[in-house]
DNA sequence: CACCAGGCAAGTA
DNA sequence: TACTTGCATGGT
């Protein structure tokens, strides 16, 4: 499995090259992208960050204090704007009580307990952590999405039923642990995903990583 | 028109 | 524990 992982990668990154994830300015900017990308497509993320930047409410002190009809005004374009709106302010108080709002003082906290502490913030579950965790944090911290199951269901590098943390393990325990590999091979797979390998569009034909299911 | 996008929590059995 | 459902805009 080492191998046969590490040959994905290669290929993957043969074919597109680097992915320059995750856009952004700043860290704080990629744990609200990372909220408001929930089940979204980044584009319309990219307009509701836009809103925020406008309005200047792209900070956590202007998410904790903004009223939450406003707030979800404003990243309305994102979709599920009422709940994400809600998200995003239980994030911003969490930054605020457990860090200060400090990007480095979390920065060196302990990953293992800081994703705890994050899944216990309403409106973050596995994936928004770990993208946190690795995309804003540079912590080497594997993220599995629906692309990433999709992908390795349908070449048969595991069965379609697995579990986010068994999808997980099989990257972090065959990899070396090394955030910049695990930031290109998670943008990489979403890259094949989105060109090749969308839920009702199958075009395992032409799929640059063959068809062996 | 239908389908879906870089999920998650809450409800049900 | 293991499903099911609501949340919602904008692009194809």
Redesign the pocket.
């Given at each position: 499995m080492k191998k046969r992982l590490k040959r994905v990668y290669k290929k993957l990154y043969s074919i597109f090259g680097r992915q320059y994830?995750?856009?952004a300015d700043s860290a704080f900017e990629?744990m609200v992208?990372?909220i408001l990308?929930?089940?979204?497509?980044?584009?319309?993320?990219e307009?509701a960050i836009l809103n925020l930047k406008k309005h200047k409410a792209l900070s956590s002190r202007r998410l904790r204090t903004i009223s939450l009809s406003r707030l979800?005004l404003l990243i309305?374009?994102?979709?599920?704007?009422?709940?994400?709106?809600a998200?995003l302010k239980n994030f911003a108080d969490f930054f605020h009580k457990q860090y200060k709002a400090d990007i480095s003082k979390m920065r060196s906290a302990n990953t293992g307990i800081l994703r705890q502490q994050l899944?216990s913030?309403?409106?973050?579950?596995?994936?928004?952590?770990d993208?946190i965790l690795l995309?804003a944090l540079d912590k080497p911290v594997f993220v599995v999405?629906?692309?990433t199951k999709r992908i390795l269901s349908r070449h048969g590098f595991i069965k379609d039923?697995y579990?986010?943390s068994q999808v997980q393990d099989l990257f972090m325990k065959n990899l070396k642990r090394d955030a910049k590999l695990f930031n290109e091979y998670h943008?990489l797979l979403?890259r094949l995903?989105?060109d090749y390998c969308?839920?009702?569009?199958v075009k395992c034909e032409v799929c640059p990583l063959g068809y062996d299911k």
């Open positions: 994830w995750w856009p990629v992208g990372a990308t929930q089940s979204t497509s980044w584009a319309n993320v307009k979800a309305r374009p994102a979709g599920y704007y009422n709940i994400k709106a998200r899944l913030v309403n409106g973050i579950g596995p994936e928004t952590a993208s995309y999405d629906a692309y039923n579990g986010y943008a979403v995903g989105k969308k839920k009702n569009k």
